[in-house]
């Protein structure tokens, strides 16, 4: 891969923001002597590096009654080295959605050879495991793990460290281009490559999101969401240093990935909030600007998101409505909440979801459930409990759970 190095940086304490990064060729070739300047305005990352990376990564593809064809174009666009873990919450009944997911992923492990857990959230020995570790949160009334995307993230990290992986990267299952799955793991890769630290991020910013407009396809650069989570992202980091910025790009990327140690470390928002979640909570838990008591040793180790501009459209399944209102209500309350978040920034953002209607005269944004960073669970025991749920020797083909 040819990709742009970054031209800047936003530094708060530990925490390094660097600015969005082009690619220029999606392979740039094996390895030659003189690729590796780091000096360079464009870096060539050769094909041999970035599977050396894809071999200590786990991709988690978060599913929920999605067609199995999608699923499966998902998965031929996974590298080969990488390890798959797909977490599925979809339903059993009145028919066994699971099952066929299980069948079709299994026939394709067969042909590729390629190593692939299937586990269902509602998995009753990881329920327990989560309870015997002492990571009570996760769990809803019916003793089970709770819906949603950001459980199943939750999980499939806590696979990824189980499988002894460095990195955990996530891509949706309702992904229609196999070829942009293919480049946002290779892109995982590069920026691990390039920024290669014990506590580090990737996050995905889709060059174009293809539509229908007027008869015609319009490709467009940046959803409502997204836009408006990015500037308030950025006003918040502007607050702190001073000075007014545009580092963030990708305050809202579902592509992304990150060091397993990393994933241990952080505290996880839910539903659309989580992404956004990430940056507020490594602001605060890495850029040295709270009070922290106990969490002070968090600041001697260097923390670093990269940011990577992908090349192909994404297009994923269309599910009705977007919720465009409920995302960015989400994605601001972390911002709104965070003790980080200056009085004016809090009146802004109350202002802009009032003249979306979303808050009416008195009301208050509602907090997002949280849930407390994985390193307080015991993994030990986790790993230990969990093991049946997903048949961890099969080293090719599929280790399918039991739920
Ligand atoms: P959007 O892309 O933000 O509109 O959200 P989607 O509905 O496409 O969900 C994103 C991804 O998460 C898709 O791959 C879904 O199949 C998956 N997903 C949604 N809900 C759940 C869930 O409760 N558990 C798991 N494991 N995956 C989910
Ligand atoms: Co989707």
């Not at 492990?109 to 495991?129: C, E, G, L, S, Y």
């Not at 990393?262 to 709270?290: C, N, P, Q, R, W």
């Not at 009085?343 to 208050?364: N, P």
Request: with cysteine.
């Amino acid at each position: 891969m040819r990709i742009e190095s970054p031209r800047e940086f936003e530094r708060l304490g530990a925490l390094r923001i660097y600015g969005l990064q082009k690619v220029y060729e999606l392979d740039a070739g094996p390895e030659t002597p003189e690729n590796s300047g780091n000096a360079d305005v464009v870096r060539a990352i050769p094909t041999e590096a970035l599977h050396r990376i894809e071999n200590e990564m786990a991709i988690v593809v978060p599913v929920r009654n999605e067609r199995l064809k999608l699923i499966e174009g998902v998965l031929v666009g996974i590298p080969h080295p990488c390890l798959v873990i797909v977490v599925t919450n979809s339903p059993r009944e009145p028919i066994d959605k699971f099952y066929l997911e299980q069948e079709a992923i299994s026939n394709f492990a067969r042909f590729t050879q390629k190593k692939i857990m299937v586990v269902h959230q509602k998995d009753p020995h990881v329920a327990a495991a989560f309870a015997e570790a002492g990571y009570l949160d996760i769990l809803g009334p019916d003793e089970l793990v709770r819906n949603g995307k950001a459980e199943g993230m939750i999980m499939g990290s806590l696979l990824a460290k189980m499988m002894g992986r460095k990195y955990v990267g996530f891509v949706d299952s309702d992904n229609y281009f196999p070829g942009a799955v293919n480049e946002y793991v290779k892109e995982y890769a590069a920026g691990f490559h390039i920024n290669d630290s014990d506590f580090s991020m990737v996050r995905i910013s889709w060059h174009s999101k293809p539509k229908v407009v007027e008869n015609s396809l319009y490709f467009a650069k940046w959803g409502r969401s997204s836009r408006q989570t990015n500037q308030v992202l950025n006003r918040l980091v502007g607050h702190h240093t001073g000075f007014e910025t545009e580092i963030v790009k990708t305050g809202n990327a579902g592509e992304h990935a990150l060091s397993v140690d990393l994933a241990m470390s952080i505290d996880y928002a839910t539903g659309y909030a989580v992404e956004t979640f990430h940056y507020v909570h490594m602001l605060e838990k890495f850029g040295g600007l709270l009070e922290h008591g106990d969490d002070t040793d968090d600041m001697h180790r260097l923390v670093k998101i990269s940011q990577i501009e992908s090349r192909n459209p994404h297009l994923h399944e269309v599910k009705g409505d977007e919720h465009v209102d409920d995302m960015i209500a989400a994605s601001l309350s972390t911002v709104y909440h965070s003790r980080l978040c200056p009085e004016s920034l809090r009146q802004e953002i109350e202002e802009e979801l009032a003249r979306r209607d979303y808050l009416k005269e008195g009301e208050q944004l509602a907090p997002m459930r949280i849930y407390k960073s994985l390193d307080r669970m015991n993994f030990d025991v986790f790993a230990d409990r969990a093991a049946p749920a997903a048949i961890l020797e099969a080293r090719t083909g599929v280790t399918v759970s039991q739920a």
